[in-house]
Each structure stands twice: as structure tokens, then as C-alpha cells.
């Protein structure tokens, strides 16, 4: 079987109702979604993953079984004129949540292993990487950022969106067979955030994107 498409979520739906479609033809929907330097939680305009939220809905809405593959996305990059060091690592964590929420199974081409070594490495693609240029090779922080986030979610799809009572504070809820996971994040600063287990026997516990564990 096939991807269809190779472009923004909004390309493939109308498609759907188009004479001679064979949604049987095709495993799922290949997206491209340069997001680039913007914040992951601004509203769908062209490449953000609130954009997800039709195209996901437009399949449901059809019974469909498909996957949503990401051949060329999102690209947050590091260089000092776009996000900095700190501001990638966050906008990675952040951009793939709600990817992962809104119904992304599939990261293939988002953000590279490291940057660019040429003139490439001087634009928002080639600063894209998770460790910096040849010959050094240095981690980032998007490094144990996004390596603390998959040893997280490994294996513990998506359960629920939690309303928080703002409209800058997230949470996401993933389940796993043996734990719940909630990515919980504001766009900008910090801010105090309560949890109330529902069972005395629940075990709460604090992981910071270098993998730190900490016992609440």
C-alpha cells in the first residue's frame, strides 16, 4: 500500500468524497508540516498540529483506518536567530505531544540526528538536529529532551486530553499497561501545578527531560 500525499493535513480530506476514491489503496496520509520556528499551540492556520485535529476527524468521520506519517515536518530550529538551544528542546517535546495526540503515528522525517556542516546549516532546516554540527558533534538539550519523552510514551498510546482551567496550560494524558504518563507544560515561564490522586495507593512521580526522577 501507499501514503497519500505529501503535503499539509488539509490537502488529503477533500479527496475523500471525490469519485473513483479507494481508501483501501493506501495504508495512511504522508504529511509535510514545516512548522519551523512557531509555537505548536497556535491555532491551525497551515502547519501547525492543531491542523491534525480535521484531517483526524474528516477519517474518523469515514471509518477509516489509517496512519498519519509524517515525511517532512516541523523542523524546529536551534540557530541563534530562531529558538535558540532551550527553545528547541521545548518546542520539540511540546510539537510531538500533540502530534501524538491529535493522531500522529509515524515521526519519519521532523528533526534530523545533527546539523547541517555547510551553508545549509545556516537556515532553518539544516539547524534542525538533535546534536550539533561535524566535527564536535554535542548534544543538545533537544537531545534528552526528546530521549526522555520516547522512554516515556514508549508503548503507552494516547488517553485524554485533561482541562487544565487555562488556555496556556496543557495536559496530556498517554496510558501504558502498567502506568499513566502526563505530558503537562505552559508555553511560557512556569507556573504551579496540583495533582490529587484518586487512590492513596497511586505512586506520583516528577521526570524532567533529562530523565530525573522525582518522587511527589
Known amino acids: 500500500k501507499f501514503l497519500f500525499g505529501h503535503g499539509a493535513p488539509n490537502f488529503a480530506w477533500p479527496f475523500f468524497d471525490q469519485?473513483?476514491?479507494?481508501?483501501?489503496?493506501?495504508?495512511?496520509?504522508?504529511?509535510?508540516?514545516?512548522?519551523?520556528?512557531?509555537?505548536?499551540?497556535?491555532?491551525?492556520?497551515?502547519?501547525?498540529?492543531?491542523?491534525?485535529?480535521?484531517?483526524?476527524?474528516?477519517?474518523?468521520?469515514?471509518?477509516?483506518?489509517?496512519?498519519?506519517?509524517?515525511l517532512e515536518s516541523y523542523f524546529p530550529s536551534s540557530h541563534?536567530?530562531?529558538?535558540g538551544h532551550r527553545g528547541q528542546a521545548d518546542n520539540i517535546v511540546r510539537t510531538a505531544v500533540l502530534s501524538l495526540a491529535l493522531g500522529t503515528t509515524k515521526f519519519m522525517h521532523t528533526w534530523s540526528l545533527h546539523d547541517?556542516?555547510?551553508?545549509?546549516?545556516?537556515?532553518?532546516?539544516?539547524?534542525?538536529?538533535l546534536i550539533s554540527r561535524s566535527p564536535e558533534y554535542n548534544p543538545k538539550p533537544a537531545a534528552a529532551a526528546f530521549a526522555t519523552m520516547t522512554r516515556v510514551l514508549d508503548k503507552a498510546p494516547?488517553?485524554?486530553?485533561?482541562?487544565?482551567?487555562?488556555?496556556?496550560?496543557?495536559?496530556?494524558?498517554?496510558?501504558?499497561?502498567?502506568?499513566?504518563?502526563?505530558?503537562?507544560?505552559?508555553?511560557?515561564?512556569?507556573?504551579?501545578?496540583?495533582?490529587?490522586?484518586?487512590?492513596?495507593?497511586a505512586k506520583l512521580v516528577k521526570i524532567d527531560e533529562n530523565g530525573n526522577e522525582t518522587p511527589l
Open 80 to 83: 541563534e536567530l530562531a529558538l
Open 116 to 129: 547541517c556542516s555547510d551553508r545549509w546549516g545556516n537556515q532553518h532546516y539544516g539547524c534542525g538536529g
Open 158 to 201: 494516547y488517553d485524554g486530553w485533561l482541562e487544565t482551567g487555562s488556555r496556556s496550560a496543557f495536559c496530556v494524558r498517554f496510558k501504558g499497561a502498567d502506568r499513566l504518563a502526563y505530558a503537562a507544560w505552559t508555553f511560557r515561564g512556569s507556573r504551579p501545578l496540583d495533582v490529587t490522586p484518586d487512590s492513596d495507593k
Open 19 to 70: 469519485k473513483g476514491w479507494n481508501a483501501d489503496l493506501f495504508a495512511g496520509i504522508g504529511l509535510d508540516m514545516p512548522q519551523f520556528e512557531r509555537m505548536p499551540e497556535r491555532q491551525p492556520r497551515a502547519t501547525e498540529p492543531t491542523l491534525l485535529y480535521f484531517l483526524q476527524q474528516e477519517v474518523k468521520k469515514r471509518g477509516y483506518k489509517m496512519e498519519f506519517v509524517h
